[in-house]
């Protein structure tokens, strides 16, 4: 058991909350990270103990274009700024990991420097991959190069070169004890190589006790990535479609057979393969405007906590706020708030009460920490599954219909009587069964 396994996450892009300029211009010092000191109350108000946070660090632009992995992005603040803001969510129970962007670097990183300045003769000219001399690009540099994702702005890193590998390995030495961060999420992890994570792997476990590393991965066999080698767990873009989607065409069946296919990449065992959920994210469009019914809110956000997981939220997403890729642009999915906009979310906002509502007992529940999957009661329009750990059962029931329905549901347990979560109601158990009445697009947990 480790911390991360009773997280609840809460994911915050930096420079989009914080109305940073989109450009790096090599100005003064902004203390914005300062400011956003506030939300760590919010963030605990609303049932979360982990937080994921960056991209952080020196950048000219959206962050990822990194310029200076132990420099706090001048936009945000000074590396002083950095280790307050991890101190203080520490002080609350609140455990930080932060963006490790490891696949590559911007153009304005030291080595990358060095080279154009240098060409064949810089002794960084090994530390990028299929760098060519014969070559060109659109900035004129005279030779070309691998990047991530067809933007040259993003220059591959040449992770096999083991002075490479050795200045990451630093980095991540370094922002444990400068900032006393507990792991880190790896950016572009489907892309990075293996034996350099296994190396991340050793540092991890060297540099503190249950220090996570968490990888970004959207397609393929999560099972690749997440094992007792490589890194701890991987985003789960998998049942992150399937939650929107499933609602999207009612059908259920597509949500618990991607539960199933996650069930057999971890060999049968949830232990073997605790992945990151989330509805939304800093790079997909908001949950709230993916779902064609927004009463469905309710039952993505109720399946996401209780489903086999890590859940996280991304901020914004817990007021139900709108956010779309628009004219090429990722601006609208990172817009900048005051919390000041939200003083009353807990009681005027039912997205927000849900969260939190979601959030409080995720955080108490063993069972939907360290429990086992068994599916329950299955049709395109109902489904009933329980997390089952050392004898207590949680049992999620949930609707999108827009009838209402009621579900006779199997119970093993020894309790007469469950309790819901979210309504409060009780439900006697009779013959071996509990009956659970759902309103239309409704949810709810029992135990």
Request: hydrophobic content about 35%; overall charge negative.
């Amino acid at each position: 058991m480790a911390w991360y396994d009773e997280a609840v996450f809460y994911h915050i892009y930096p420079l989009g909350l914080s109305g940073a300029p989109p450009l790096n211009e090599g100005g003064e010092t902004v203390h914005r990270l300062r400011d956003m000191e506030a939300w760590i109350a919010h963030i605990k108000e609303i049932g979360c103990n982990a937080l994921y946070i960056g991209p952080l660090f020196e950048s000219v632009g959206h962050g990822y274009e990194t310029t200076d992995y132990k420099t706090l992005d001048r936009r945000l603040g000074d590396n002083a700024d950095l280790a307050h803001f991890v101190k203080a969510c520490h002080d609350e129970d609140v455990r930080v990991i932060l963006d490790g962007v490891f696949n590559h670097t911007g153009r304005e990183f030291f080595a990358f420097r060095d080279l154009k300045e240098k060409r064949e003769n810089s002794p960084y000219r090994d530390w990028y991959c299929n760098v060519n001399f014969g070559g060109n690009n659109e900035y004129n540099d005279g030779f070309s190069y691998d990047n991530w994702g067809g933007y040259n702005l993003l220059v591959k890193l040449n992770q096999q070169n083991p002075q490479v590998r050795d200045y990451i390995y630093d980095v991540i030495r370094f922002w444990v004890s400068e900032f006393d961060i507990d792991g880190i999420r790896l950016d572009a992890a489907d892309v990075l190589d293996f034996d350099f994570m296994k190396g991340m792997r050793r540092v991890a476990d060297e540099v503190k006790p249950d220090f996570w590393l968490m990888g970004e991965v959207i397609h393929g066999e999560y099972n690749r990535w997440v094992n007792p080698d490589t890194l701890h767990s991987v985003t789960n873009y998998h049942l992150n479609k399937a939650l929107w989607s499933g609602c999207n065409e009612h059908n259920f069946f597509e949500i618990a057979h991607t539960v199933k296919r996650l069930y057999d990449m971890g060999g049968g065992r949830y232990e073997n393969l605790k992945l990151y959920n989330f509805a939304d994210n800093h790079d997909v469009e908001r949950i709230y405007n993916k779902l064609q019914n927004k009463k469905h809110f309710s039952i993505v956000h109720i399946l996401m906590y209780t489903l086999p997981g890590i859940p996280s939220i991304y901020y914004g997403s817990e007021f139900a706020i709108e956010g779309k890729k628009e004219k090429g642009s990722d601006a609208s999915l990172r817009p900048c708030l005051s919390l000041a906009n939200y003083a009353d979310a807990l009681e005027t906002n039912p997205a927000t009460a849900l969260i939190a509502r979601l959030g409080k007992f995720r955080q108490k529940s063993k069972a939907l920490a360290y429990g086992e999957y068994r599916e329950l009661l299955l049709t395109n329009r109902q489904y009933a599954y329980a997390r089952q750990y050392e004898g207590a059962e949680v049992i999620t029931a949930v609707n999108n219909d827009d009838e209402e329905a009621v579900l006779s549901i199997p119970y093993s347990g020894e309790k007469t009587v469950l309790t819901g979560v979210l309504g409060g109601k009780e439900y006697p158990v009779q013959d071996g069964k509990v009956t659970v009445p759902l309103a239309d697009c409704e949810g709810e947990i029992l135990f």
